[in-house]
């Protein structure tokens, strides 16, 4: 019988506000099992980048990375945060290691091909990309793994990687080894029928009701590549993806956090 892990991805809005990433690494901390921290910049890539002269180039949320602005999350997403949120997991008891990609070699990425959009150096990842080995050891060693969004090349080159990705990617591939959860923590919590009211959740979709919502209306904009990449990875093997709010993480153990997707 498998082990279990949780692969929990934790946003951007969450990093911004240090009372709540306060709160989301002591509830991180007391997840009992093996566990691996996915994370991106949230607004601090973007203002450090503003006192250096870099500006911040978006398409549809995306940031494009030139070469100036490589070296601005690479600074921030793989030391400043990623070094921060290690202490802080640390000075509660648990035993983290923070790594981009690059480290032990556990996330090799390509750099996108240019065709409508340059998107500088983004990485992309297939389903070689992400060392299970490397992953597998320091959890055996009782480690902690805390990812950030920078990922390598192989060749000497790092490149910026979206964390939904990566987290996505990790969970994918660990599979083989674990059964393996998905877990998504933004500012919502779920998926809901109406975005103003916090009591419309919905509870569970199943794969075959992804479509219905998405003609209802229910799930749109930025919540469909989500939700497809969500899918994409239970049809690959993970066993179950939650999409929830980052405080309410505790409540994944009674199977009541967020929205739950399934096969």
């Keep these: ?55 911040a180039k978006m398409v549809e949320g995306r940031r494009i990375t ?57 990485g992309d990842l297939d389903q070689d990309s992400v060392s299970t080995e490397t992953l597998g050891s320091l959890l055996n060693a009782g480690l902690v793994p805390v990812l950030c969004a920078i990922t390598h090349d192989g060749d000497a080159q790092l490149l910026n990687t979206n964390a939904d990705t990566i987290a996505s990617a990790v969970a994918v591939a660990m599979s083989s080894q674990y059964e393996t959860a998905l877990i998504y923590c933004f500012e919502k919590r779920g998926v809901m029928r109406d975005v103003e009211d916090e009591d419309s959740l919905v509870a569970e979709i199943r794969m075959h009701e992804f479509d219905t919502l998405k003609n209802e209306g229910v799930v749109s904009g930025g919540m469909i590549p989500k939700l497809h990449n969500a899918f994409e990875a239970i049809k690959s093997g993970v066993a179950a993806v939650y999409i929830g709010k980052a405080d309410e993480l505790p409540q994944i153990n009674g199977g009541n956090f967020g929205t739950r997707l399934i096969q």
């Excluded at 019988?1 to 506000?17: A, C, E, P, R, Y």
């Excluded at 093996?34 to 002269?53: F, N, P, Q, R, Y």
């Excluded at 035993?95 to 996108?112: C, E, P, Q």
Aim: proline fraction near 2%.
């Design 66 to 122: 030139d070469i100036e602005t490589l070296r601005v999350v690479t600074m921030v997403y793989a030391g400043l945060i990623n070094k921060n949120m290690v202490a802080q997991l640390q000075a509660r008891g648990c035993n983290a290691i923070g790594l981009s990609g690059a480290d032990g070699n556990v996330i090799k990425a390509v750099k996108r091909p240019v065709k409508d959009i340059d998107w500088g150096f983004v």
């Design 1 to 55: 019988m498998k082990k279990t892990l949780n692969v929990i991805k934790i946003g951007g809005n969450v990093i911004d506000s240090s009372e709540k990433l306060h709160q989301f690494l002591l509830d991180f901390t007391a997840l009992p099992g093996d566990k691996i921290l996915i994370h991106g910049g949230g607004k601090v890539a973007t203002e450090l980048g503003v006192s250096l002269g870099v500006e």
